[in-house]
């Protein structure tokens, strides 16, 4: 039964999955896939919430986390649902850029 749908980056599913007696799939997965610790991820989430964009969702948050764009094509599929225009792209990239 699910219970709450919430995206999640892979952070945050490494924590979850720690305790899991069958994880080794899952763990060689997010070691491979997996850039940021949890608390880096959560550090650059918060930078990206503090920009007050309107147009960026929890989902879209999670992708960049995960997938730390470098470039404008990059961002613009993360947001493939929301036309950004330059000088938001260019936000997004100076705070991942850190990262």
Aim: no cysteine.
């Amino acid at each position: 039964m699910i219970l709450d749908l919430k995206p999640l980056n892979l952070a945050e599913v490494k924590e979850l999955v720690k305790d899991l007696e069958n994880k080794d799939e899952i763990s060689d997965y997010l070691k491979k896939f997996g850039k940021l610790s949890k608390n880096d991820a959560e550090k650059l989430s918060g930078e990206l919430r503090e920009l007050d964009n309107l147009k960026i969702k929890e989902s879209h948050l999670v992708k960049i986390v995960d997938l730390l764009p470098t470039d404008n094509s990059s961002v613009n599929k993360i947001f493939n649902d929301v036309s950004l225009d330059e000088k938001e792209i260019k936000e997004i990239l100076e705070i991942v850029r850190r990262y």
